[in-house]
């Protein structure tokens, strides 16, 4: 069974940092797409990034505004989302998903995992 298990989230100041990893298992990794996505309470779930599978490939979401980077450690099965100059509008509940495909799109994810919470203070 495919499995995406989030980490990394967590409280934080506006201004400060955090590294969100993915770890992911069931699926062969080098030949999935992999996003971040986010979901604010009452709002809509929403692209954040995405990764091609060799890391080659990268797109973000506007709202990021070059302060977030996504990158993957494919040895490691694993994705990263490294968040700087957090805002208070940046909290949310983070999710990973795969895409079974060349792919660093926003749409089209067969598989997402669970969530973790990023709460930032002001």
């Known amino acids: 069974q495919v499995q995406l298990v989030e980490s990394g989230g967590g409280l934080v100041q506006a201004g400060g940092s955090l590294r969100l990893s993915c770890a992911a298992s069931g699926l062969t990794f080098s030949r999935y797409t992999m996003g971040w996505f986010r979901q604010a309470p009452g709002k809509e779930r929403d692209f954040v990034a995405a990764?091609?599978?060799?890391?080659?490939?990268?797109s973000y979401a506007d709202f990021v505004k070059g302060r977030f980077t996504i990158s993957r450690d494919n040895t490691k099965n694993t994705v990263f989302l490294q968040m700087n100059s957090l805002k208070p509008e940046d909290t949310a509940v983070y999710y990973c998903?795969?895409?079974?495909?060349?792919?660093?799109?926003?749409?089209?994810?067969?598989?997402w995992g669970q969530g973790t919470q990023v709460t930032v203070s002001s």
């Open positions: 998903a795969a895409a079974s495909r060349y792919y660093v799109g926003s749409t089209g994810y067969d598989y």
């Open positions: 990764i091609s599978w060799s890391g080659g490939g990268t």
